[in-house]
């Protein structure tokens, strides 16, 4: 797409979130409104934000776990499933998926009221991310008050939503909560009437722009009503919504940084002397270059997170790495996060990448610098997989098919050089007392491999486990044994622990939790899906504009 192009879509787009923000109050609930006008504006809220989302194209993960009922865990995951594309509201609800013939097609459910036409799992995950659009208003719907709440530091209004008698198929029925000032629904809970029997969800929402609320979150389960052993859950899945903004991602894009009006000076502060590089030095910022028009391309097809404090963190142990193995690396080593689930790092040229999902489940730093070793020792040992993507033709293809154009998984001889050469850098590094926690992580997911195929099979790069093969193997032999049962043995952390996405501008942020101890085995869920309980904070409003002074007239 054009840079003119995404300029008139980015006005188009700025135009309906004015629109929206003008039509809000000024300030909370003034003048008082009763409950009919309150829920008034509520219906009316929820379908400004319908209106917008049919203008928006997000990218959409879902990632499900079938379970069973265990003795001393409560339940445990037996199967897994993964889906990744790109949604639209424009003609009633389509997913383009990322996943090509291995994942999810296209699905549409027409005109947001049947069910989706193919289910996988049983998970009909994308009606919980609008509240029954078109139909929420008093013809469909009974709303009854229940009390105020705060969310975060959002306070709410808890209200109770019954479908009318007769007001036909798929209706929400459950619990909504509306913040007080703009009165939009940011938090859901409840199922579908006709939909699967016992389908629970609990969607939340973001407040992403001043006045807009927008999905972020949604998780449901379905209880296994015919299980012998008591209640228990036949799958849990997540749902993340981000990318909302895709047209302005990639944090490398000429008009999207101002470029200086003289020439930068050199290392030394000196002017540019003018001289051309020679051949030999030219290959380091001709790769230096490719480097960056990978980053770019999968930033703008929402997969990877712009630059931030989530990469210092992961370069700061990198260089912790370098500095005590007195490695010398021109130009230095970078780090970036791929936002998606499934368990995986790779490299290229001098980059380092690691997924949202791997960053999520590690127990510590050292563990996290055994990952980031085997990526630096591709590095140091000159195992590169960017040459290919040198020409920009190769990069031109639809977002899509992003996952299916990038490949940089490297050959058996390389990975095994790799770990050897890891477990060296290792050796001299800070962590190298700290990794029996490290050999435990590998066991657990060593473990969980054939329960959990979806979450360790890579995209990009090399699996964690290929076939029998573990990566770092050999980090697990002066490790204890492996007891699931054991509280204080905290192996890998379940899913959504510590990365944070902005759904609008797709950047991460480490998430505030405070340590909770574990009383129970069934607490500890390594690699496991769990519920979203997001802490809301209300977006500032942007400061007005200051009105440029009128230079005074010349005199005569």
């Known amino acids: ?27 909370p609930a003034t003048p008082a409104l009763d409950f009919d006008q309150f829920t008034d504006r509520v219906i009316a809220r929820e ?66 009221t049947g069910l989706i036409s193919s289910r996988p799992s049983g998970v009909d995950f994308a009606r919980t991310l609008l509240l029954d659009p078109g139909r929420l208003d008093r013809e469909h719907y009974n709303f009854t008050p229940v009390r105020s709440e705060m969310l975060g530091e959002v306070r709410c209004i808890v209200v109770d939503v019954q479908p009318q008698a007769h007001s036909g198929n798929g209706r929400f029925l459950g619990r909504i909560w509306v913040e007080d000032e703009d009165y939009h629904i940011v938090r859901m809970n409840g199922t579908y009437v006709g939909a699967r029997a016992g389908t629970h969800f609990e969607t939340w929402r973001l407040n992403v722009l001043p006045h807009v609320w927008l999905p972020a979150y949604s998780y449901s389960e379905e209880p296994d009503e015919h299980s012998k052993l008591g209640p228990s859950i036949r799958y849990k899945a997540l749902t993340r919504i981000w990318g909302y903004d895709l047209q302005h991602a990639g944090d490398l894009r000429e008009y999207a940084q101002p470029l200086a009006e003289t020439a930068p000076a050199d290392a030394k502060g000196k002017k540019n002397s ?85 960053i999520d489940v590690l ?43 990038f490949d940089f998984r490297l050959d058996e001889a390389q990975e095994d050089a790799a770990n050897h ?36 099979h890579p995209h990009l790069g090399n699996a964690l486990k290929e076939g029998d093969e573990l990566r770092l193997a050999q980090l697990t032999k002066s490790t204890p044994d492996l007891d699931i049962v054991r509280v204080d043995q905290i192996a890998a952390l379940p899913l959504g622990s510590r990365v944070k996405i902005d759904p609008w501008s797709d950047r991460i942020e480490l998430l505030k939790t405070k340590p909770t101890p574990v009383r129970l085995a069934s607490e500890k869920i390594p690699f496991e899906i769990a519920p979203v309980f997001p802490y809301l904070r209300r977006v500032p409003d942007a400061p007005p504009l200051t009105p440029q002074t009128t230079p005074p007239a010349p005199s005569q």
């Open 1 to 27: 797409m054009s840079v003119s192009k995404i300029a008139v879509c980015a006005a188009l787009l700025m135009m309906l979130v004015t629109a929206v923000a003008q039509t809000a109050p000024s300030h």
């Open 47 to 112: 379908g400004d934000i319908f209106k917008l989302m049919r203008n928006l194209h997000p990218i959409a993960e879902t990632y499900v776990q079938d379970t069973k009922p265990d003795a001393k865990l409560g339940t445990v995951p037996v199967g897994d499933e993964y889906f990744l594309g790109q949604l639209s509201f424009d003609d009633g609800f389509t997913e383009v998926s990322y996943l090509g013939d291995t994942g999810i097609r296209s699905r549409v459910i027409n005109g947001m």
């Open 274 to 358: 003018g001289y051309d590089l020679s051949g030999r030095l030219s290959v380091r910022p001709f790769q230096y270059s490719t480097e960056d028009n990978i980053i770019e391309r999968l930033q703008v097809a929402g997969l990877m997170a712009p630059t931030g404090d989530v990469d210092q963190i992961l370069e700061t142990v990198t260089r912790n790495l370098i500095i005590t193995n007195q490695l010398d690396i021109k130009p230095e080593v970078r780090c970036r996060v791929l936002l998606t689930a499934p368990l995986e790092s790779f490299s290229f040229g001098h980059v380092i990448v690691l997924s949202r999902g791997l």
């Open 363 to 405: 127990p510590d730093e050292a563990t996290l610098a055994a990952i980031l070793a085997h990526e630096l020792a591709h590095i140091v040992l000159g195992h590169s997989s960017e040459d290919k993507y040198a020409s920009w033709n190769s990069l031109f293809f639809s977002n899509e098919k992003t996952l299916q154009k």
């Open 421 to 456: 050469k890891a477990a060296e850098l290792l050796a001299k590094s800070p962590y190298k007392d700290k990794l029996a926690q490290t050999g435990l992580f590998l066991k657990t997911l060593q473990a969980r491999s054939q329960e959990l195929p979806n979450l360790i």
